[in-house]
C-alpha cells in the first residue's frame, strides 16, 4: 500500500472531518481522524477544533510517538494541538502495520443500542460482514486517558470496528475512505437494529450462513488475524447501569449468574 503526501492527507482529513459532522456522526468538536503519511508521520485532526470548520491547514503532524513535526497553526488565539485521542491512534498504526487510518466518532445509533444492552457483534443483516467483519464492543476507558490506548490495542489487533461503552467507536483501514465506509456501515447497521428492537426483535442470521457470509468477505485470514495472537471475544457482558424495561430483566440475570459463580 502507498501511504498519501502530507497535502492530500489534509485535504482528505479536513473534507472527512466536514462529512462527519454534517451527518451528524459526532457532535461539532467530538471525534478525531488520522492518517498514515508517506515518510512514516501521522496527520492527524487537532483537539478542540470545530469538525464542520476545519481547514487542511489546521491538520497536525507527529511522528510514531506522537511528537509534532514542522509548524502547528494558531487557531482563535490559540496554538492547535493533536487531536486529545492521539495515543489511540498511535496505538493503533503500532499494532496494525496494514491500517493506514483511523477514525473515531460518536455514531448515535451505534452508541444508544450499546446503552441498551445490544450486541452489534450479532448479524441480523447480511452485508454488514462485508464491510465492518466482526464488530466488537471493548470494555469501558475514561476518554482522553493511557486507558483507551491500553483497553484498545488489543481489539484492534483483531478488529477493525470496536465500539467504546458510553463514548464512541474506533474504526481502522487500509485508507481513510476505507475507516469511513466503516463508520458509515456500523452506523447504518446500528439503526436497523434500533428499529428492530423497536418493533419486537429478530433472530440473528443462522450460525452456518453466517460462517459463510465471514469466509465469502475473508477468504484467507486477515495479516493481523494470524495464529499466536489471542483475540478478546467481541462482546465482554455487562448489564446497563441504567435500567429500562428489558434492562431490568438483564440486570437481574446478571446479578444471578454473578451470585451464582460466588457459591
Ligand atoms: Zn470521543
Known amino acids: 500500500m502507498v501511504w ?41 485532526t487537532p483537539s478542540g477544533v470545530h469538525k464542520g470548520r476545519l481547514l487542511p491547514e489546521d491538520i497536525v503532524i507527529t511522528d510514531l510517538l506522537g511528537k509534532v513535526q514542522g509548524q502547528v497553526r494558531e487557531k482563535s488565539g490559540r496554538r492547535l494541538k493533536p487531536s486529545s485521542e492521539l495515543a489511540l491512534h498511535l496505538a493503533a498504526y503500532e499494532i496494525r502495520p496494514d ?46 486517558t493511557m486507558q483507551v490506548p491500553e483497553t484498545l490495542k488489543e481489539y484492534l489487533g483483531c478488529y477493525d470496528v470496536v465500539m467504546m461503552p458510553r463514548h464512541g467507536s474506533v474504526t481502522v483501514g487500509v485508507d481513510l475512505d476505507t475507516a469511513l465506509g466503516r463508520l458509515d456501515a456500523l452506523e447504518h447497521t446500528a439503526g436497523v437494529y434500533v428499529m428492530v428492537r423497536l418493533m419486537g426483535g429478530a ?32 462482546e465482554v457482558p455487562a448489564p446497563p447501569l441504567h435500567a429500562g424495561a428489558q434492562g431490568e430483566e438483564v440486570l437481574v440475570q446478571a446479578v444471578l449468574s454473578a451470585l451464582q459463580g460466588r457459591r
Open 203 to 234: 433472530s440473528p442470521i443462522a450460525t452456518q450462513e453466517v460462517d459463510k457470509l465471514f469466509s465469502l468477505a475473508h477468504p484467507q485470514t486477515p495479516p493481523y488475524r494470524q495464529p499466536g495472537r489471542a483475540c478478546p471475544p467481541p
Open 99 to 144: 491500517i493506514g487510518a483511523v477514525v473515531h466518532a460518536h455514531p448515535p445509533m451505534a452508541l444508544a443500542y450499546t446503552l441498551a444492552g445490544g450486541k452489534l457483534s450479532e448479524v441480523l443483516v447480511s452485508e454488514v460482514v462485508f464491510a465492518c467483519g466482526e464488530i466488537a464492543t471493548a470494555p469501558y476507558s475514561t476518554p482522553t
Open 4 to 44: 498519501p503526501d502530507e497535502r492530500t492527507a489534509r485535504r482528505a482529513l479536513a473534507e472527512a472531518a466536514r462529512e462527519i459532522y454534517q451527518r451528524k456522526l459526532s457532535g461539532a468538536t467530538d471525534g478525531n481522524l488520522s492518517v498514515r503519511l508517506a515518510n512514516g508521520h501521522i496527520a492527524t
